[in-house]
């Protein structure tokens, strides 16, 4: 039940994609964290299948993590990220098979089993929208070429819009089949999942837990007030209210809401026993009245 997609619009190669992973990021990158380490190889032991990670943040712990698991991770599905290099500063193309080798050499794999980009734009610099399209492009082919050549099992984006999607599906010969975005009671993105499973891309969606990066962004950008704590939801009285319903926990009750939205989840955590509790959220269901209610929080 951890490894079936559910809708039948969504890429066949990804129809073995585990639907419940473990996020790693804001890990640093130049050592191994112990515990970052020892979360990943609980996660492989307690059943959970796919791990989330990036060449910026983590992939020495998820190595490290990786071998401490033994068999447990000779299934493991590793979903990697790279990103856009501004023209000028760095070849698009190079960058990408710069950090590809640096997260294989980071992981200690020989193959990647999906990677995507980090963020639609040039984050090094400022840069015109043709630029950051130009450099999706380049970026892009340079992807196809590892599947190509079966260094990497599938590719795909993240932070991305139907309409960037668009614009790649205009010119991919391999299509990306994974929008890794924010999903949660409170950032329910029904519509780009809706979108996404149109085109036959999977959608795997990071803080479950209502973290909202979003508002986070929006706030910043345009100054307005953003109170983050606001919007941790294990704590929120409709999540508990819930969770007293169906008899599980706050945690596992998020999840479940984003299972049945039909997106992959990846929560974060470092404590071994919060990992093995996130399967329990196969062991439940949500009616379409508290799924409802906790659309409401959006």
Known sequence: PTTRMRDSKIHPILKSLPLLGLGTGGTPTDRIIPP???AVAAALTSGVRLIDCAQNYGELSVGAGLREAGDAARDAFVLSKVDLAPLGEEEPAARVRRQIARSLANLGREKLDAVIFHWPICLDKVADEAEH???????????????????????????WTPE??????????????INEVEFSPVCCQSALVKACSDRGVAV???????????????????????????TNLLGHEAVR????????????VLLRYSLQHNVVVIPKSSKPERI?????????????????????LN
């Open 276 to 296: 093995a509790e996130s399967v329990g959220a196969f062991d439940i269901s949500l009616s379409d009245a508290q799924m409802a209610r906790l659309d409401a």
């Open 164 to 177: 960037l999607i668009d614009e790649t599906l205009s010119y991919a010969r391999i299509r990306p089949v």
């Open 204 to 230: 795997v969606g990071y803080s479950p837990y209502g973290t909202c990066w979003m508002s986070a962004f929006m706030g910043h950008c345009h100054k307005v007030p953003w109170h983050g704590e606001d």
């Open 241 to 252: 209210a819930v969770a007293a319903e169906v008899g599980a926990t706050p945690a596992q």
């Open 36 to 38: 970052v380490a020892a």
């Open 133 to 159: 399209a130009q450099a999706r492009r380049i970026a892009w082919q340079a992807l196809e070429q590892f599947v190509d050549d079966g260094v990497v099992g599938v590719i795909g984006c993240s932070n």
